[in-house]
Nanobody, 122 residues
């Protein structure tokens, strides 16, 4: 089970930090990722991090602005979002994968959080 939190309203140029806590069979989790879905659009990949944080990938539109990290002792993954833009407005979902190092493909993730809404006002 994944529980995401930290969404809310931010102004353009501002910052938010999302958290996602995993519970249950956490020992089998390898990668954890963040995806987002804007109204009327497909769910898209944002960032992923491998179990030991030795593989980290971002979608191009957030590189240099977002930072993904994880604390395995707390079974939690974070997404620090800086320099927010109106186009970052979406529902953000965390997800966990087993057996993959750091997949970008959402179909390789088998557990999903409930989503947390991020709204950026310009």
């Amino acid at each position: 089970q994944l529980q995401a939190s930290g969404g809310g309203l931010a102004q353009a140029g501002g910052s938010l930090t999302l958290s996602c806590a995993a519970s249950g069979h956490t020992d089998s989790i390898t990668a954890m990722g963040w995806f987002r879905q804007a109204p009327g659009k497909e769910r898209e990949f944002v960032a992923t991090i491998s179990r030991n944080a030795d593989y980290i990938y971002y979608t191009d539109s957030v590189k240099g602005r977002f930072t993904i990290s994880r604390d395995n002792a707390k079974n939690t993954v974070y997404l620090q979002m800086n320099s927010l833009k109106s186009e970052d407005t979406a529902v953000y979902y965390c997800a966990s994968a087993r057996g993959f190092i750091a997949p970008l493909d959402r179909y390789k993730y088998d557990f999903w959080g409930q989503g947390t809404l991020v709204t950026v006002s310009s």
